[in-house]
Nanobody, 119 residues
């Protein structure tokens, strides 16, 4: 059974830092990309950062310069270092793994981890 298990969420004051980690297990395929999404109350889920297997990264404009995504392909892990946190970063953060076999595209999601930033 494919699982994505996140860790590292919590509460922090504005200006602080948190590091999220996610490990993928149970997959016979290597993910094409891994990333982090977030969903705040009353809002749609949005991309925070994504890293492809070759190392190409994408960031939401709102987190550029503050967040850094990293990935260990051998260990199927992805991490998100979040610095200079703001109250608007408060959300549930979800780990995502994308798969592409050429014939099929699919993704898996973690259960989510809460990040709360107080001002």
């Amino acid at each position: 059974q494919v699982q994505l298990v996140e860790s590292g969420g919590g509460s922090v004051q504005a200006g602080g830092s948190l590091r999220l980690s996610c490990v993928l297990s149970g997959s016979i395929f290597s993910p094409n990309a891994m990333g982090w999404y977030r969903q705040a109350p009353g809002k749609q889920r949005e991309l925070v950062a994504r890293v492809a297997s070759g190392g190409t990264t994408n960031y939401a404009e709102s987190v550029k310069g503050r967040f850094t995504i990293s990935r260990d392909n051998a260990k199927n892990t992805v991490s998100l270092q979040m610095n200079s946190l703001k109250s608007e970063d408060t959300a549930v953060y979800y780990c995502n793994a994308e798969f592409n076999t050429g014939n099929q595209l699919w993704s898996h999601w973690g259960q989510g981890t809460q990040v709360t930033v107080s001002s």
